[in-house]
């Protein structure tokens, strides 16, 4: 390989291993322009696409890798992915409502960092929001009574304005402490159903937090989050068989404390397996049984209780019966 190309390629990985995928693709792209035939600077150059929701770009570089190696299983993999993140990503602008006046939802606050945010993103952001309010709200029969703060961010979060963004998760591209705050990651258009699903996650946290009083269970409460923000992909359904096959499911007791605890190598299976678990709630006793069990949570009962009282099985007996179906399919 070309020395000049193999440095790019280096410190393209370099990039997005610290998040900094715009330039990761800047050297992708440096590199393969030396080296035009690299099939994993290709599938990896779609890869950090995939991160900015760059969804066509990210589509023909992954095609690109596909017709110069169709055999290969890590780009069949990564060229599945993609395809199915970008059928349910990308959401047309003409869904997203005009918002003309201030909401009584939310306050949207876009950091004074982000000087390349046009007006009209904003707006379209705006639109995000108010739609997410009454889409969540409605799924769960319950409205903040007094507006949200929301802060979009920029991704370098040293340069944040906001003081108290410090407690921000690392790992996070948003994140509820009683407010809402959002990551910029060079949003653009393309982006904004990634957006969305962020949006729809985080605000399911604030709303059961508020029926709750901050007592639901982590496992229900993110696993509920997930499930209103998006559908579980297939790829994700696979990995939890693969984990199950090789005795690695999460206890419930893993699973109940913050996410920011568990060992980041254990995060992804984390929120996989509380959002196929919520699913599986969900399928055998319909969604009004988890607004009924975070009722009565509001209503005073311990959180175990409300478990028996709603689903009439223990946590326990829950994630038992959920992996023998998993071992079955």
């Not at 963004?165 to 990651?185: K, L, M, Q, S, V």
């Not at 653009?188 to 946290?205: A, D, F």
Request: aromatic content about 12%; glycine content about 4%; some cysteine.
């Amino acid at each position: 390989m070309n020395p000049l190309a193999k440095k790019h390629f280096y410190q393209a990985s370099v990039c997005y291993k610290q998040a900094n995928y715009s330039e990761a693709v800047e050297y992708y792209l440096a590199g393969l322009s030396i080296e035009p035939e690299c099939v994993e600077a290709y599938a990896d150059l779609a890869k950090s696409y995939e991160m900015l929701a760059c969804w066509d770009q990210a589509l023909r570089a992954i095609e690109q890798a596909f017709r110069l190696r169709p055999d290969d299983p890590t780009v069949l993999r990564r060229k599945n992915r993609i395809t199915e993140e970008s059928s349910f990503y990308s959401i047309s602008e003409n869904t997203i409502p005009s918002i003309s006046e201030d909401s009584r939802y939310f306050d949207l606050n876009v950091s004074p960092d982000i000087s390349d945010m046009s007006c009209d993103l904003v707006q379209k952001i705006s639109g995000v929001l108010e739609q997410t309010c009454k889409f969540v709200g409605k799924r769960l029969n319950f409205f903040p009574s007094d507006p949200v703060k929301v802060y979009i961010e920029e991704n370098h979060l040293a340069k944040s304005s906001h003081r108290y963004f410090d407690t921000f998760p690392d790992w996070a591209p948003a994140y509820y402490d009683g407010d809402i705050w959002i990551r910029c990651c060079n949003y653009s258009m393309s982006g904004l159903g990634v957006l969305q699903t962020l949006i729809r996650h985080e605000w399911t946290h604030l709303v059961v937090d508020l029926m709750t009083n901050g007592k639901c269970p982590t496992w229900i409460d993110e696993g509920l989050a997930m499930s209103i923000a998006r559908q579980m992909f297939s790829f994700e359904v696979q990995y939890l068989k693969t984990v199950n096959r090789n005795g690695a499911m999460l206890k419930p007791q893993q699973l109940d404390k913050s996410f920011s605890q568990i060992d980041s190598r254990l995060r992804r299976r984390a929120y996989y397996q509380s959002h196929a678990i919520l699913l599986d709630l969900i399928e055998c006793f319909g969604f009004s049984s988890i607004c009924a069990f975070l009722g009565s949570i509001g209503s005073g009962d311990k959180p175990e209780d409300a478990v028996q009282k709603i689903f009439g099985k223990t946590t326990v007996q829950i994630f038992s019966d959920w992996q023998k179906k998993v071992g079955m399919g």
